[in-house]
T-cell receptor, first 114, second 111 residues
Framework: DSGVTQTPKHLITATGQRVTLRCSPRSGDLSVYWYQQSLDQGLQFLIQYYNGEERAKGNILERFSAQQFPDLHSELNLSSLELGDSALYFC?????????????FGPGTRLTVT | EDKVVQSPLSLVVHEGDTVTLNCSYEVTNFRSLLWYKQEKKAPTFLFMLTSSGIEKKSGRLSSILDKKELFSILNITATQTGDSAIYLCAVTNSGNTPLVFGKGTRLSVIA
């Protein structure tokens, strides 16, 4: 158990819908990272927050957005869902901004868009 | 653009064999290279390497980094079926960056 929690574990929804994935980082970690993992693309970085502020953006679609709240939990919002958005979504956390600490991953949310 | 290439993409070995997994990288202002093991779900952290030539070891697993040739290897000795997993390599640079992952090596250990 990494100490990072994610809910829900599984989500099945229809195309065009909107969903929210939630992540609570390890106690004391200020950075939260979101990753998407699909079979053909591997682990792709989406977005990073540090202490409530967006710090880095990766291959995140405009239909996706995220935020980090004062209690440091984070939510990833996916809207106008398409079949191709079906994937595992991981949240990871680390104590700081820089890459000097390893990231610890949550168990993931498996999203299936039908 | 930062890049990580892992080889082989997949590997099947018998219990007791020793395996070497490879990771080469291109990254501006390299800071660290990390190895993760992914079984059914979340990647779990194995090693972080920042200095060349210093071996990190944990039980039957060990890893070393060559910053001149821009690669790392992960060795697993006396493999067991529980070592079956995808092994992921990732790098960071000195800026505020996320991990850049390779596509992983799928290791299958058969009894």
């Amino acid at each position: 158990d990494s100490g990072v929690t994610q809910t829900p574990k599984h989500l099945i929804t229809a195309t065009g819908q909107r969903v929210t994935l939630r992540c609570s980082p390890r106690s004391g970690d200020l950075s939260v990272y979101w990753y998407q993992q699909s079979l053909d693309q591997g682990l792709q970085f989406l977005i990073q927050y540090y202490n409530g502020e967006e710090r880095a953006k990766g291959n995140i679609l405009e239909r996706f957005s995220a935020q980090q709240f004062p209690d440091l939990h984070s939510e990833l919002n996916l809207s106008s869902l398409e079949l191709g958005d079906s994937a595992l979504y991981f949240c990871a956390s680390s104590p700081s901004l820089a890459g000097e600490y390893e990231q610890y991953f949550g168990p993931g949310t498996r999203l299936t868009v039908t | 653009e930062d890049k990580v290439v892992q080889s082989p993409l997949s590997l099947v070995v018998h219990e007791g064999d020793t395996v070497t997994l490879n990771c080469s990288y291109e990254v501006t202002n390299f800071r660290s290279l990390l190895w993760y093991k992914q079984e059914k779900k979340a990647p779990t952290f194995l090693f972080m390497l920042t200095s060349s030539g210093i071996e990190k070891k944990s039980g039957r697993l060990s890893s070393i980094l060559d910053k001149k040739e821009l690669f790392s290897i992960l060795n697993i000795t006396a493999t067991q079926t529980g070592d079956s997993a995808i092994y992921l390599c990732a790098v960071t640079n000195s800026g505020n960056t996320p991990l850049v992952f390779g596509k992983g090596t799928r290791l299958s250990v058969i009894a």
